[in-house]
């Protein structure tokens, strides 16, 4: 499925979160309650981090992007600090994953450019976190 840009509905959407912290964390807690999920692998710049977090959701902990993009993903969760959003998103991207990215996705406008052109490219989805949007705090 990697690559396709398509998911079977029939099989659990095959997910990989990067970054194991409190945003990671947060939303492997979602995801694993809902069974049109499985969360496959996860990486944290601290391996005993992502051990603890896969354990939990009976995922693969992995070293790094590289080895969740071999899960054969169909969509990456990006948690990892703001600073590290732009080369995993667009790796993903670039590699026909689908991608949601804790906000902000990126921290320059150029950056951010980067985003938006290889999702552009991308057959794959991309998505910003930005959950927020609408919530009266906002509303100016």
Do not use: W
């Amino acid at each position: 499925m990697t690559g396709s840009g398509a998911v079977n509905r029939g099989t659990p959407i095959r997910v990989g979160i990067l970054g194991a912290g409190n945003m990671g964390s947060l939303h492997a807690g979602i995801l694993s309650s809902d069974p049109r999920v499985r969360i496959v692998a996860v990486a944290d710049r601290e391996p005993k981090r992502a051990r603890n977090l896969a354990t939990g959701l009976d995922a693969r902990p992995c070293a790094d992007l590289k080895a969740i993009l071999a899960e054969g993903i169909d969509a990456l969760y990006v948690t990892t600090p703001n600073t590290a959003h732009v080369e995993p998103t667009i790796q993903a991207l670039n590699a026909g994953v689908h991608v949601f990215c804790e906000k902000p996705f990126a921290c320059s406008l150029e950056d951010a450019q980067r985003i938006v052109e290889a999702a552009a490219r991308s057959n794959a989805v991309y998505q910003g976190g930005h959950n927020r949007r609408f919530a009266p705090a906002y509303d100016f």
